[in-house]
């Protein structure tokens, strides 16, 4: 009688359980999908092929039409950072297309902070500006400027701010602002040792108010 | 090729059975297995530049399994899926684990299709832990990261879900 709870299953029935094989033609496309170029825009194009089971797939083809558009957009900074703007803007309108917008979903700093550790070689700041009402509601991995990033997103109200992070280490740029950039509000600063790029549709006003509201508390 | 991505070639492609299995069984359907597989991918060659080497296996398994669990919700069976976990962990009725006996488990032919099919059908949380368990042979440590559970409830949800299974068969006759 076997009263053990942990009890192996009878071998003739473990001989049974199926381990089933990958269909031939999808390694071939995994490995395919990994030779894209790592552009901003490899994402978009890359779930959409095989997105069936996502709701929204005519938004993907939006999604990747626009960003591209943003990508030849150059913004009137430093001519070197127009890229990344366009990059940013682009990660930001993906991110609410597609859904993605969260890989961890809390509103607790000391969640989202430790979950890019092992994910990225660099620990962004994760601040929580509830108190001046822009509630963090989480984190994710985002690739800009060809390498992976963490994205921290807060909420206003309805709308999204995406953050981007980037670890910055050229001195050269620590200029700060907002601009306007196909009908978001783009800011941006560097504080310790980072790059900061701030995304949403809210008003220039509020885009000032949580930029300052970032660096007062960083 | 880059560096990063033949590392991650020779590490954790020879992995795709594996994640294909564990995304066949827990969607149950080939079609959107492969989907998830694809997408797990994705994502794990995005955080592989992070990755600090070791079993890329489990590592791998868990972004399946999160990936899986991103299609439920967006499949709008919410519902179907919190019933599957919300009874996987509560004390057995009775007050006492039922005491199997060689009659009860009699398993006479086991076939190949009555064990797929027994299977399929566990709760997802019971299928989740067995199929990790006793078909990818994860340690209870790996198979706690990849269900970010206690070990304790590993335990436990496996030695039901394996009760369970056997009482499923066990109607085979």
Known sequence: MDTDPMAELPAELKQNMTRYKAPPGLKRRIRYMLAQPPRTGWFSAARASWSRWMPVGASFACGALLAVSLMTYRAGMTADEGPIESQVVASHVRSLMDKHLMDVASTDQHTVKPWFSGKLDYAPPVIDLAQDGFPLVGGRLDYVDDRPVAALVYRRRGHIINVFVLPEHDARRPDSGVTADHGYQVARWTRGGMRFWAVSDVSRDEMQKFAAGMQAAQ | ?173
């Not at chain 2, 827990?26 to 070791?54: I, K, N, T, W």
């Open chain 2, 1 to 173: 090729m880059s560096d990063i991505r033949s590392r991650f070639e020779s590490e954790v492609l020879p992995c795709l059975d594996a994640a294909y299995s564990l995304a066949r069984w827990l969607v149950r359907d080939e079609h959107v297995a492969e989907d998830v597989v694809q997408d797990a991918y994705l994502r794990a060659f995005r955080y592989f530049g992070s990755f600090r080497g070791g079993d890329a296996r489990p590592w791998l398994l868990g972004i399946v399994r999160n990936v899986c669990y991103s299609w439920f919700v967006q499949q709008k069976r919410t519902r179907e899926f919190e019933c599957d976990m919300e009874d996987a962990d509560a004390p057995s009725l009775d007050g006492q684990d039922r005491v199997q006996t060689p009659e009860t488990l009699l398993l006479q032919k086991v076939e190949r299709a009555q064990v797929t099919a027994a299977i399929t059908n566990l709760p997802l949380a019971f299928r989740e832990v067995l199929v990790l368990r006793e078909i990818e042979e994860l340690s209870y440590e790996d198979i706690a990261r990849v269900l970010d559970i206690p070990k304790g409830t590993v335990m436990s949800r496996l030695s039901r879900a394996r009760r369970l299974l056997q009482e499923y068969l066990s109607d085979y006759r």
